[in-house]
């Protein structure tokens, strides 16, 4: 869960998804659940009416007011504190409408995103990559868990999940079919062989290097990886730490950030922002500051100029 709350903050819980993507079930099954249960009042705010209503039953058992809006004006600073003020909520929930872009999504001041989940229906979910990829990162970029449901007979998955993970490294992914949760790729399906004593991390992989070992640490902890990326040096880090790393696109031509770990090297002092390099080195698992908790931290053997790679990083 995220920070804890201040008496003085409204909390949201934020629920988005695109049409039918199954936010009014996950949001029906979770206000039934014990964790969920609160004293005060609940206010869900809903900005688009799908196929399934809310029940009266629980929303009177759960003292949750329903409130429907049907354009993002409607949900501006000024008419959210109106809607406090009439019902004076404890906690307020809102259903989001996939189609508005999320990052228009203006809160009063005291109002705090405690908590965003993404929900994703696989079955339709290249169709809105391929058409409306913005709209998608706008909700992923900040959800600290996105469910991907209906996954049934979808081969694909791992890509997904990396191109998921590309717009949000940090959130938390779960893939469900109609028998529940489904489990994760094996490392005898990725594009390198981690059985190597040194593993080779091919300019083409390092998209799916990136995210897997954000993902799942401890499979890479110790072992030696050799991969060619570009040098960014900081003065805020310590003198013997520089990061390689290569951009990427997560979402659109303009949407292009830098992905790579932390490094510690000899050779670091040495180095200039933007230069090539071939990257030997140890990785471990370790707190980093800027991880805000545990994640890879590269110990370079060797570190030597190479020629820069023209490709971004592509995560398929």
Same mark, same amino acid.
């Given at each position: 869960?995220?920070?804890?709350?201040?008496?003085?903050?409204?909390?949201? &819980?934020?629920?988005?998804? &695109? =049409?039918?993507?199954?936010?009014?079930? $996950?949001?029906?099954?979770?206000?039934?659940?014990?964790? $969920?249960?609160?004293?005060?009042?609940?206010? =869900?705010?809903?900005?688009?009416?799908?196929?399934?209503?809310?029940? *009266?039953?629980?929303?009177?058992?759960?003292?949750?007011?329903?409130?429907?809006?049907?354009?993002?004006?409607?949900?501006?600073?000024?008419?959210?504190?109106?809607? *406090?003020?009439?019902?004076?909520?404890?906690?307020?929930?809102?259903?989001?409408?996939?189609?508005?872009?999320?990052?228009?999504?203006?809160?009063?001041?005291?109002?705090?995103?405690?908590?965003?989940?993404?929900?994703?229906?696989?079955?339709?979910?290249?169709?809105?990559?391929?058409?409306?990829?913005?709209?998608?990162?706008?909700?992923?970029?900040?959800?600290?868990?996105?469910?991907?449901?209906?996954?049934?007979?979808?081969?694909?998955?791992?890509?997904?999940?990396?191109?998921?993970?590309?717009?949000?490294?940090?959130?938390?992914? +779960?893939?469900?079919? *109609?028998?529940?949760?489904?489990?994760?790729?094996?490392?005898?399906?990725?594009?390198?062989?981690?059985?190597?004593?040194?593993? *080779?991390?091919?300019?083409?992989?390092?998209?799916?290097?990136?995210?897997?070992?954000?993902?799942?640490?401890?499979?890479?902890?110790?072992?030696?990886?050799?991969?060619?990326?570009?040098?960014?040096?900081?003065?805020? &880090?310590?003198?013997?730490?520089? +990061?390689?790393?290569?951009?990427?696109?997560?979402?659109?031509?303009?949407?292009?950030?830098?992905?790579?770990?932390?490094?510690?090297?000899?050779?670091?002092?040495?180095?200039?922002?933007?230069?090539?390099?071939?990257?030997?080195?140890?990785?471990?698992?370790?707190?980093?500051?800027?991880?805000?908790?545990?994640?890879?931290?590269?110990?370079?053997?060797?570190?030597?100029?190479?020629?820069?790679?023209?490709?971004?990083?592509?995560?398929?």
């Amino acid at each position: 869960m995220g920070p804890m709350i201040d008496d003085d903050i409204m909390p949201v &819980f934020l629920i988005n998804g &695109f =049409l039918e993507a199954g936010k009014t079930e $996950f949001l029906s099954f979770t206000m039934e659940q014990e964790y $969920f249960q609160t004293e005060g009042k609940t206010l =869900l705010i809903v900005c688009e009416e799908g196929d399934t209503e809310y029940e *009266e039953e629980l929303l009177k058992e759960s003292r949750t007011l329903v409130v429907y809006v049907d354009e993002i004006g409607e949900i501006s600073p000024e008419r959210l504190t109106e809607l *406090e003020l009439l019902h004076n909520p404890e906690r307020v929930l809102i259903e989001w409408n996939g189609m508005w872009n999320q990052d228009d999504l203006k809160l009063p001041s005291d109002w705090m995103i405690y908590q965003q989940i993404t929900i994703v229906d696989m079955s339709t979910f290249e169709l809105y990559v391929k058409n409306m990829k913005p709209l998608l990162a706008a909700m992923v970029r900040n959800s600290e868990l996105i469910i991907c449901n209906r996954c049934d007979k979808i081969q694909d998955l791992e890509r997904y999940k990396r191109m998921l993970k590309s717009m949000n490294t940090r959130c938390d992914i +779960v893939f469900e079919d *109609e028998n529940g949760e489904l489990d994760e790729l094996s490392e005898e399906d990725l594009p390198y062989d981690l059985s190597k004593e040194v593993v *080779e991390i091919r300019p083409e992989a390092y998209g799916i290097w990136y995210i897997d070992c954000m993902d799942k640490p401890e499979r890479y902890k110790g072992k030696l990886v050799e991969f060619t990326a570009m040098v960014l040096k900081s003065p805020e &880090f310590p003198k013997n730490y520089f +990061v390689p790393g290569r951009m990427a696109m997560t979402c659109c031509a303009e949407d292009m950030t830098f992905l790579g770990y932390i490094c510690k090297s000899k050779e670091a002092r040495h180095l200039e922002t933007g230069q090539w390099v071939k990257v030997f080195a140890r990785i471990e698992v370790e707190y980093w500051k800027d991880y805000q908790g545990e994640g890879p931290v590269l110990y370079a053997q060797s570190v030597s100029p190479a020629l820069p790679i023209e490709e971004v990083v592509q995560f398929g």
